[in-house]
């Protein structure tokens, strides 16, 4: 499988704004469903936001509103827009993919097991 490269973490303010981008090769094409993952130190990885192979969208309550997840076809990238940071939105994020799912089920329990290798994440820190 092709790896999944994220970059864009970095240190931010509570109230500032990071965009993250997953370099996703061929994952953007049609057929994947791609989305964005975090997880805090001693705590279990929850989702973020995922898109759909036509465009649908899902989030997670606490992100939503706050948060777009978006994809750019031609330059193979899935991005994650994160404005109104908070002090929680502290995590290390990682992109996933997916086939065969549905946006609820991709959300509340991450890629199946044949996608599940998780890449090296980029580290998002918002100081208060």
């Known amino acids: 499988l092709e790896r999944l490269m994220e970059s864009g973490g970095g240190s931010a303010q509570a109230g500032g704004s990071l965009t993250l981008s997953c370099a996703a090769g061929?994952?953007?094409?049609?057929?994947?469903?791609l989305g964005w993952f975090r997880q805090i130190p001693g705590q279990e990885r929850e989702g973020v936001a995922v898109?759909?192979?036509?465009?649908?969208?899902l989030y997670a309550d606490n992100v939503k509103g706050r948060f777009t997840i978006s994809k750019d076809g031609a330059k193979k990238t899935l991005y994650l827009h994160m404005n109104s940071l908070k002090p929680e939105d502290t995590a290390m994020y990682y992109c996933?993919?997916?086939?065969?799912?549905?946006?609820?089920?991709?959300?509340?329990?991450?890629?199946?097991?044949?996608?599940?290798?998780w890449g090296q994440g980029t580290q998002v820190t918002v100081s208060a």
């Open positions: 061929e994952y953007i094409a049609r057929e994947w469903y």
């Open positions: 898109i759909g192979p036509f465009g649908a969208t």
């Open positions: 996933a993919i997916d086939l065969r799912t549905d946006l609820p089920k991709f959300l509340s329990r991450g890629p199946s097991r044949k996608f599940g290798d």
